[in-house]
Every structure is written in structure tokens, then in C-alpha cells.
């Protein structure tokens, strides 16, 4: 057996050829005499590799090539628990501190402000290189930072001319150049020696580096020695790549290009973001975080103390109390008082989405509270309570925010943000930015403006807001118009009740959902019996447990299963007898998709059937019987399934399984209150529909629409009625008459009818009389 290994188990200590085995290993031998030992444990971090060789006389060659030869299995071992760590698990939470850890941010904070400073230098009296001259200046692209004086500054960057330099104030370091400093660039020297008759570039010469844009003086070489280079050839000498070809004056460095190509083939970054990237390396680095711009690093546990929105920059002209306005403000007269007003605007974005990557808790905001985010646990908590709040306005000139309701928001932990800001000079209120989770909801609009503007302790402030309108006085006007007919609704409504404690009992169920919306909403209403599916369930759950106790099942498909099937092929023939059936000619592809469906369907009729022979074991002969008698072809959607309630009391205790028929007596029942459900719906959908496009709809299109709407509702009404009527029949067989009677009653059509009478009443008396007429 060529290639022929095996793996062996080693329970105690063997030696092989001077080799020891340990416990509970395992051994891997090779066609070649090769042996791989490494633990038997599940972990395979710490899994030990040791290879060596026995010689093939100290293997017996029935061991390598026996397959009957006993292979003892390793000893099933306890799986260890995955180790967690939370510096690569949390690295925020790391980064923040946790269960009394000390953070890293403050650390850094206080290093920051140190290298800001002298930093170690601070006693430092003379030149860290010559020893002598003022140590004023220091280079951010030189190691360790150290403080030299101007002219060894100058000496030490002749070959490294585009580096960035600081220079001590006695305060603090402020930033300047080296060309500031008096160095001139020598172009051609390789040596760094000055040029005896060098050529001056008399303009200001710019350099693109990767540590920002330069301005450096420029001398070319222009002696004997120079071979008769040209300017742009000293330049492609020294590393820089002239931007133009005639009079260059502007370079960017090889390192640069270099890098720019990168990115672009890796990041797709343009010129213009890279030329931008440029700019900002270039500005000031006197603020590396925003704690440091506002001193938090002089306190002891600043970025702890730190009170909601301090890191955050105020607008320095809006009314702030104790800050620019006088005293007595709370008291001025109304000719000035609307001096001391905030004057705020908010809006939403709906382009500004967050990708949903992972938990707040193990990925925290790092300043999210502090500056101009709401702090998220508040925020969370006040919108938990308005989860099914669905308040956009319905007015056509606001579709952004009908879209942003309606888009789709899979994967996504937040589909715009909402911004509070100065309305005077567009600054953001310190706390006034928020996530939006689904659309510009009241509940996110209203907690943003509030966190946004109540810690400024103003008496007054304006809000500008697009959809303000929505809460506009002349609404509440408007609405009193119709109080009095609801109010008269209302109190027929209340006189009706059956029982006079349920006013009482209603009213303290809606007054503690008003004021705990969290609690489940009394206008809901929730049925009493259960649905199909529910029903379903149940049933099978009821199964399991009786196969637990012991019960053999018939066939490995219960008789719950069996039924389902069947009552889903009977909905499948009505849905295809409805689209048969329906008005006018069939097109190609709807003659197409109906004998797709007869195809599928015909499949699921032959799985019924085999069940059937289980469950129904004398039905073959009288579904033959119905075949036989039959002229012409039966379709799919004709076919007659035979369920229990088809058959007579007598026949169905013969052929039926025993729990069979009252099985289907249940879910019968369910689809009653499930078709009953259908239909109350759809005569509520109908009603709207109607009124809706009697008041709002003109002209021929639109109103052809809506009556092919309201014909599709029709349709369905008429389904679900079907439905009812089968199942209350096949009720009536199995169970017979009882006092279930009195609530499934038999469905006709003028039952069907909604608060106001029937549906189309008044179009319908109007067409029959205009039938009339014509006859």
C-alpha cells in the first residue's frame, strides 16, 4: 500500500529508538519510517511538533500495513473555553479603560502636552550638539527632538532641507522654516559644499513632499564642473521631479510620487484629494486632540471630569448667560428681551450613513457626549419608548423624508444624522448631533433640539425647522372644527358598551399607556382565538411531546404535516381558479405563469396522495372512482383533494386515521377567524380607498387606477369569504351543530359590510338604476 499512514494513540510511555513518547499523544507514522508526535488536545495553539525517524527494523511491517491492526481512539477531553482578550476584543474599551483600569487616552493626553512643551528638555541650558549656542529650535523629523541652537539647526538640515522646524518663544514653540532660518538648497553638489559661482533662482522655489509643501531657496550649479547639466537634469540629480520642463519652480520628490502612485492603484485617491492631503499636513499641529485645545490635559483626570458638550466650540455671539450677557437680562422689557434669545435651525441628512460593524460597548464613541454627539444611553433610552411611533408628514414636498422611511435600512446602524445648529452663524450646538435610526422621526428631532439648546439656561429660543409647519397653531384651529362630531362619536360609543366598568377600566388602561408608552398599546386590538399558524404549531408541538412519552407515529410525516399540505394546495386551487376565471383573455405569459403554477401544484397534490395512503388508507378507491366518472381532463386547480369533512360520518371513521377529523376541525375553526380577519380588513382598506378617491383624485387615469385597487381589495374579500364558507362547512360536518353556531355563522354577501353600510352601496344603486333605465 503505497503512502499507506496511520495514527496511533499512546496511553504510556513508549521508546522508540531512543526517543521517548509522552502521554496522551499522538503519533503519526509515515510509509517512510517518519514520525510525527504532537498533544492530543483539542487546542492547537499549543500543539507541540517533534519529528524524528525509526528505523524500519524497529517497525514491524504488520503495524504499517495491517488494516485490521486496533487503533485506540484519544480520550474525549473537555473542550477548553476560547481565551478572550480584550485589547484586541475591545480595543476602544482598552483605549478608554475598564472596570478601573487606568486609560490610555490620558497617558497619551499628558505626553502630548509634554512633547507640545520643552518635554525632557526642559532644564536643557545650552545646544544639544554644540554645547554653546541657545537651545531654541527643534525638528519634528529628527529622532528624539532634541533643542539646538540656529546654526547647528542650519548645519544639520543642509542635506535635509524640507524638514519641519519649531522655534521656542519662551512660551511655547511656534512653527517656521528653514529658508526663514537663512538655508539655501545647493542643487548639484553631491557633497554638500557650496557652489563657487552658483546660479540663484531668484523667485521662491515650492517643493511637494510627503511631509507637506515647502518653500526653499534654490541654488544651481553652474562651475566647471557641472558638465553643461541643465537645471532640470541637477534636479532629477537631487531627487526632486520638476513639475514644468522650461524655468521649473515648483518639484515634488521621487518619495512623493512614489507614494501618490500607490495610493491611487490601491486607494483610488485623485490628485486633487492627495493635493489636499498636502495642504493640511502643512497647517499647524498645535491641537492633536481636542482635549488639548481645551485644556483638559492641566487637570488631574481631565478627560473623566469632562461635563457633557465642554469639548465642544460655542458660538462666541449667541446669548450665553454669564458670558456676554449683562445682568438683569431675565428682567428686561419686552422692547429688548428678544435680544437675549437663541435662535437655532435644524435639519436632517440623509446621505450621512453608518455601516453596522459592530456594538457600542465594544466599539465606544471616543468623545461621543463630550463635544457635539448626544451621549448615547439617554438617546437610546428616549427613542426605546416611541419605537412604533410613525409621525412623517404626509406632505408631497417633503419625498426625502417619505424615502428615508421607506428605503430599506438592512445593515445599516443609522440612516442619517440630525444637527441643531446657530441659525445666526451655522455653528452646531455643543450635544445637538444625533444618529437617526429609521427617517426623521419626532422622537430623534425633538430630544437632538433639546439636548442641543437646554444647557445654555435661556428663557427663550426660535427653532427653524422645515417640517414646523406640522406643529403649527392654525393646526390645533383647524381641528377644532371637527371636535364636536367625534366628541358625539366618542359618546355613543361609550354609551354602547355593554358593561358600564369598562369605561372606567378602559379609561385607566389608556391614561397608563399616555403616560408609559413602553407598555402595550391599548388600541391594538388582539384576537381571542388563535390563528392558523399559531394553531399549527401548537399542534405540532403536541406531537413531539407525545413521541417523547412513547407514542409511535405512524410515518415519519405527522398527521398536523399531512393536513397543512392539504389545506395549502386548496388555497393554491383557489388562487389559480380566481386568475382562470377573471374577466377578459388571458395574455401569453399570464397562460404561462397559470400552467407554471398548475405544474407546481400537480407536484403537491402527488405528495399529498402518498400521505393520504397513510393517513386515509381507503380514499385510493374513491379518488379513483371521482376519475373514472370524470369527463375530459381535471386540472390541477379541479382536482378534489378529500379531506375528512369531504367524507360521510361513517366512511370517515372507516378509513381515517382516529385524530385525523378533529384535527381538521381545529384548524377549519382557525381559518374562520383567520378569513373573518381577512375580511374586516379589507372592507376597512375599501372603505378608505373609496373615500379617498372621492375626495382627492381627478381625471380619467388616476381614477382608473383606483378602480383597478380597489377591484385587487375586492378580490381578495372575495377569496377570504370563500375560504370562510369552506371552512365553516367542513366545522358544521365534523363537529355538527353546537354553540360554536352562534359565532361562525353562515357568510352572505350582504354581511359583508362595513360602519357605514355596505361598501359601494350608493354606486352600486346608482349602476343598477342606470341598467334599469336603458333596459
Known amino acids: 500500500m503505497k503512502g499507506c499512514s496511520r495514527v496511533y494513540h499512546a496511553d504510556d510511555s513508549a521508546v522508540w529508538h531512543d526517543r521517548t513518547i509522552s502521554h496522551s499523544c499522538r503519533v503519526k507514522v509515515g510509509r517512510s519510517g517518519s514520525v510525527l508526535q504532537y498533544a492530543s488536545g483539542p487546542s492547537t495553539r499549543h500543539m507541540q511538533h517533534v519529528a524524528f525517524t525509526i528505523p524500519d527494523s524497529h517497525i514491524p511491517q504488520e503495524v504499517l500495513y495491517d488494516q485490521n491492526f486496533p487503533i485506540q481512539e484519544p480520550a474525549e477531553s473537555k473542550k477548553a473555553p476560547p481565551k478572550r482578550y480584550t485589547n484586541s476584543d475591545h480595543p476602544m474599551c482598552e483605549w478608554q479603560g475598564y472596570d478601573g483600569k487606568a486609560s490610555f487616552r490620558e497617558k497619551y493626553l499628558l505626553e502630548l502636552l509634554c512633547w507640545n512643551g520643552c518635554g525632557g528638555a526642559v532644564l536643557q541650558s545650552s545646544c544639544s550638539n554644540c554645547q554653546m549656542g541657545d537651545p531654541i529650535f527643534r525638528c519634528d523629523s529628527c529622532p528624539l527632538g532634541l533643542l539646538v541652537c540656529k546654526s547647528c539647526c542650519l548645519k544639520l538640515h543642509l542635506s535635509l532641507p524640507l524638514h519641519v522646524v519649531w522655534e521656542w518663544n519662551s512660551e511655547r514653540f511656534t512653527k517656521t522654516t528653514l529658508r526663514e532660518l537663512g538655508l539655501r538648497v545647493q542643487i548639484g553638489h553631491f557633497n554638500g559644499s557650496e557652489c563657487i559661482c552658483p546660479e540663484r533662482v531668484g523667485r521662491t522655489f515650492t517643493v511637494l513632499d510627503i511631509n507637506g509643501i515647502h518653500k526653499v531657496d534654490v541654488d544651481y550649479r553652474s562651475c566647471d564642473r557641472c558638465e553643461g547639466a541643465t537645471c532640470q537634469q541637477q534636479l532629477l540629480h537631487f531627487g526632486w521631479y520638476p513639475v514644468t520642463p522650461l524655468h521649473p519652480r515648483t518639484c515634488a520628490t521621487l518619495t512623493l510620487l512614489d507614494q501618490f502612485h500607490a495610493l491611487t492603484h490601491a486607494g483610488k485617491v485623485s490628485a486633487y484629494d492627495y493635493y489636499r492631503y498636502l495642504n493640511t499636513m502643512t497647517d499647524t499641529w498645535e491641537e492633536v486632540y481636542v482635549s488639548v485645545a481645551n485644556g483638559r490635559g492641566q487637570e488631574e483626570n481631565g478627560i473623566v471630569m469632562t461635563s457633557e458638550g465642554q469639548l465642544a466650540l460655542r458660538c462666541p455671539t449667541c446669548p450665553m448667560p454669564e458670558v456676554n450677557l449683562p445682568e438683569g437680562w431675565r428682567s428686561a422689557g419686552c422692547s429688548i428681551s428678544f435680544l437675549y434669545h437663541g435662535i437655532f435651525a435644524m435639519d436632517a441628512n440623509f446621505r450621512l450613513k453608518n455601516l453596522y460593524r459592530s456594538t457600542v460597548a465594544a466599539d465606544p464613541g471616543l468623545h461621543t457626549g463630550l463635544a457635539y454627539f448626544v451621549t448615547y444611553a439617554p438617546y437610546a433610552k428616549h427613542l426605546a419608548k416611541y419605537v412604533t411611533q410613525k409621525d412623517i408628514s404626509t406632505c408631497s414636498g417633503f419625498k426625502t423624508l417619505e424615502q428615508a422611511e421607506t428605503k430599506g435600512e438592512t445593515g445599516l446602524w443609522a440612516t442619517g444624522v440630525a444637527m441643531c445648529v446657530c441659525a445666526r452663524h451655522e455653528m452646531v450646538c455643543a450635544t445637538g448631533v444625533g444618529d437617526l435610526q429609521k427617517g426623521e422621526h419626532y422622537a430623534n428631532m425633538d430630544y437632538i433640539i433639546m439636548s442641543g439648546t437646554t444647557s445654555l439656561g435661556l428663557q427663550n429660543i426660535f427653532v427653524s425647522y422645515d417640517i414646523a409647519w406640522n406643529m403649527l397653531h392654525r393646526r390645533l384651529a383647524e381641528a377644532e372644527i371637527q371636535v364636536e362630531a367625534h366628541r358625539k362619536y366618542h359618546t355613543d360609543f361609550t354609551n354602547a358598551l355593554p358593561k358600564p366598568e369598562y369605561k372606567t377600566e378602559w379609561t385607566a388602561v389608556v391614561e397608563e399607556w399616555d403616560r408609559d408608552r413602553s407598555k402595550p398599546t391599548p388600541y391594538l386590538s388582539v384576537g381571542k382565538h388563535m390563528s392558523e399558524q399559531e394553531l399549527k404549531l401548537k399542534l405540532k408541538e403536541d406531537e413531539r411531546q407525545a413521541k417523547a412519552c412513547g407514542d409511535i407515529p405512524v410515518h415519519k410525516i405527522s398527521a398536523t404535516s399531512c393536513l397543512a399540505l392539504g389545506l395549502l394546495i386548496e388555497d393554491s386551487q383557489w388562487h389559480i381558479s380566481a386568475i382562470v376565471s ?104 375599501e372603505a378608505s380607498l373609496h373615500d379617498f378617491r372621492n375626495a382627492n383624485l381627478q381625471g380619467q387615469e388616476a381614477l382608473m387606477h383606483a378602480s383597478d385597487v380597489l377591484e385587487a381589495w375586492k378580490k381578495k374579500r372575495e377569496l377570504a369569504a370563500k375560504k370562510y364558507r369552506r371552512a365553516q362547512s367542513a366545522v358544521l360536518t365534523l363537529h355538527g351543530a353546537g354553540p360554536w353556531t352562534c359565532e361562525l355563522r353562515e357568510l352572505t354577501a350582504k354581511d359583508m359590510s362595513s360602519m357605514y353600510g355596505s361598501v359601494l352601496d350608493t354606486e352600486e344603486t346608482a349602476t343598477e338604476a342606470i341598467m334599469a333605465d336603458d333596459q
Not at 407554471?596 to 395512503?613: A, D, G, H, P, Y
Open 582 to 685: 377573471g374577466e377578459g383573455e388571458l395574455s401569453s405569459s399570464e397562460l404561462a405563469d397559470v400552467e407554471m403554477r398548475r405544474t407546481n401544484l400537480s407536484k403537491q397534490i402527488e405528495q399529498f396522495r402518498e400521505l393520504q395512503v397513510v393517513y386515509m388508507p381507503g380514499i385510493t378507491l374513491q379518488i379513483e372512482r371521482e376519475r373514472e366518472a370524470a369527463t375530459g381532463t381535471i386540472e390541477a386547480e379541479d382536482d378534489k383533494l378529500w379531506f375528512p369533512s369531504d367524507l360521510s360520518k361513517k366512511v370517515r371513521n372507516a378509513i381515517c386515521h382516529p385524530s385525523l377529523g378533529e384535527k381538521e376541525g381545529m384548524l377549519r375553526e382557525a381559518q374562520c377567524w383567520d378569513s373573518l380577519a381577512a375580511i374586516h380588513s379589507s372592507l376597512r382598506v
